[in-house]
């Protein structure tokens, strides 16, 4: 006989990086630092460090949806994050998979451009990711030039125009947005969240450091950690949203010490956990 589960169990469903700063790697560690029970499937092997990108190899999509299958055959699992996809198959194939919300509220990073500027994805998956995926999400969490991408607009310009693109990328039918603005620069990182009750603003003072690998796979894993333990969720996105700032904004402080690769270097997962 199974035991009855009592540990919250976090999905996450994305591509991997051998730096550890980003993709399944930064997925895990947060999961763990926020304490959650971390599972993931792969969806593509990347060669990647801290200065960029020089392949993507996709999992085939029959595979990545025998891997959800397989999973959730076994394990509940409470929450889900989806992060680098690669392919429309595989966006398609994921989607199917969460649709009946078995694996818990569905978090949506829709990862298109890495933080060293590669591109990720081709058109075929942006089309995918905003027609099957976003209807299937609970949240989706796209920077400035993913909203832009998902909507076929221009890149915001300003902190003033992301409500109205959060406003837009909402009427494609996920639950709720979290637009974040941290490509705007200015000395303050203001993200805006939309629901169905309105859009208000969630606000930090910006961290001058180059250790930002990962942040928007590390924010997303974040707020999935949470739900998966009961803070926030669907009926009320604040609690999760605004903790899981405040737990990146100590990665970002952290990050600088960590002192990896010679790039754009990962935020420190385990801050305030590792010994100083």
């Avoid at 006989?1 to 999905?11: G, I, S, W």
Wanted: glycine share 12%; aromatic share 2%; charged share 15%.
């Amino acid at each position: 006989m199974t035991p009855e589960a009592v540990t919250p169990v976090a999905l996450t469903v994305a591509g991997s990086d051998p730096s550890g700063g980003a993709g399944i790697q930064a997925d895990l560690k947060t999961f763990s630092a926020l304490g959650a029970y971390g599972t993931a499937v792969l969806t593509a092997l990347t060669a990647q460090n801290t200065r960029g990108v020089t392949g993507v190899h996709p999992v085939p999509a029959a595979f990545v949806a025998e891997q959800i299958a397989t999973l959730l055959d076994d394990v509940t699992v409470h929450a889900t994050k989806t992060g680098m996809l690669g392919t429309a198959d595989v966006v398609r194939a994921v989607a199917a998979a969460l649709a009946g919300r078995v694996a818990g509220p569905v978090v949506v990073d829709p990862v298109m451009v890495a933080t060293s500027g590669d591109r990720l994805v081709d058109d075929d998956a942006i089309t995918a990711v905003r027609d099957v995926l976003l209807p299937v999400a609970d949240l989706v969490t796209p920077n400035v030039p993913e909203a832009a991408a998902l909507l076929g607009a221009a890149p915001a310009r300003s902190v003033d125009e992301l409500p109205g693109q959060a406003e837009a990328l909402l009427e494609l039918g996920p639950g709720a947005v979290l637009l974040k603005g941290g490509h705007l620069g200015g000395d303050e990182s203001v993200d805006v969240l939309a629901t169905a009750d309105g859009v208000v603003p969630t606000v930090r003072p910006r961290i001058d450091t180059p250790a930002t690998h990962g942040t928007g796979c590390t924010l997303s894993s974040a707020i999935a950690a949470l739900v998966a333990r009961g803070v926030g969720g669907p009926a009320r996105w604040e609690p999760a949203v605004e903790q899981a700032r405040d737990h990146l904004q100590r990665m970002l402080e952290g990050g600088r010490s960590l002192g990896i690769g010679s790039g754009s270097g990962p935020v420190h997962h385990f801050a305030g956990i590792w010994p100083a």
